[in-house]
């Protein structure tokens, strides 16, 4: 039997870098999607176009062939890190494995949605379905936290992974079940690419140095970071527009602190004209995860406000994607297309 398994990516609305010093986030699904086809097969062998590899031979346990070179290395980190995880629990046999994450794409340019936990969990889910184990989104979330953090030489805060296998809107907390939340009514949110791309790993870097170098200013940039979160969280709860709008502009100027004391452009050049250019019409732009030039994001109280802020940020050569916020979940489809 062959499945196919599918799973969103995310984007913070509220709670970067406060995350992982424990403090609440808020994220949402995205509907680009990333989708892994498993089928039995006389030998281990991974295609994944998008990330160049082709019909690539692994070793006789799955492994990453000894001979593969640095970049083919970096493809298949996730996918050898939760091959590796689940194999500790039972036995797998050989698969034909297509990994296709060109949903996270638009132009060449990678939008920064959380590919690689997207891709985690639906490996994840895809391989418990051929293993026969109960389709358990708590279990799938754990074995792919597990599998992504290894993957990241032990970083991260299980928030992307959350969000990729519950799906919709998300408070996470680290050691805390993720917890859904409703989209708030008359809320309007749009994506906006803001640059080129960002390293996380140096920007969290970055932030990190800080706390070592500056541990009381450290201390006070992250406390207001969650702080906002806290207050945007209570926002959702209650469908207090306004206030999520207020909590996610002050949320921009305190990542734009963090981000000059550690001296990491999480708040570029680009970002501030962006967001004094939605400010204009009435809508709030606030970059989203670990900044530099993944994804932003565009918040406003009307759909009219929304129109002209996405008129303003294109016409600063900005591209909207149109992405719709809240998507499922991990899914998994059997041999019988029926999704369970």
């Known amino acids: 039997m062959g499945v196919t398994a599918t799973a969103p990516g995310k984007l913070f609305l509220l709670g970067e870098y406060a995350v992982l010093h424990g403090a609440p986030a808020l994220l949402a699904a995205m509907d680009a999607r990333c989708r892994i086809n498993l089928e039995p097969a006389d030998c281990w062998r991974v295609t994944a176009r998008p990330l160049g590899l082709s019909e690539l031979i692994l070793a006789d346990d799955g492994a990453i062939p000894a001979e593969a070179s640095d970049d083919v290395r970096r493809a298949l980190t996730v996918f050898d890190a939760v091959r590796r995880t689940v194999a500790t629990e039972s036995e797998l046999r050989p698969l034909q494995v297509t990994i296709d994450t060109t949903a996270f794409f638009r132009g060449g340019h990678k939008l920064g949605l959380g590919a690689s936990a997207a891709v985690a969990v639906a490996l994840t889910a895809g391989l418990h379905r051929l293993l026969g184990h109960p389709d358990d989104p708590a279990t799938v979330c754990n074995t792919a936290t597990a599998a992504h953090r290894l993957a990241q030489g032990g970083e991260g805060s299980g928030a992307d992974v959350a969000t990729a296998t519950h799906g919709g809107i998300v408070e996470f907390a680290a050691g805390r079940p993720a917890q859904p939340r409703a989209w708030p009514a008359g809320l309007h949110a749009r994506p906006v690419m803001t640059g080129n791309g960002a390293d996380t790993r140096e920007l969290v870097a970055a932030v990190r140095r800080l706390a070592t170098t500056d541990p009381t200013g450290h201390a006070a940039a992250i406390r207001r970071l969650a702080d906002l979160a806290d207050q945007g969280r209570a926002a959702v709860i209650r469908s207090d ?100």
């Open 241 to 340: 527009i306004p206030g999520l709008l207020t909590a996610c502009r002050a949320s921009l100027e305190a990542l734009a602190t963090l981000g000059v004391a550690a001296g990491a452009d999480i708040v570029t050049a680009q970002h501030r004209a962006l967001a004094a250019a939605v400010a204009e019409t009435g809508a709030v732009f606030k970059t989203t995860g670990a900044g530099g030039g993944d994804l932003g994001l565009i918040l406003a109280a009307s759909p009219s406000v929304m129109e002209a802020a996405r008129r303003a940020a294109e016409a600063l050569g900005h591209t909207c994607p149109p992405l719709a916020f809240g998507a499922g979940g991990v899914a998994v489809t059997d041999v019988s297309a029926t999704v369970r």
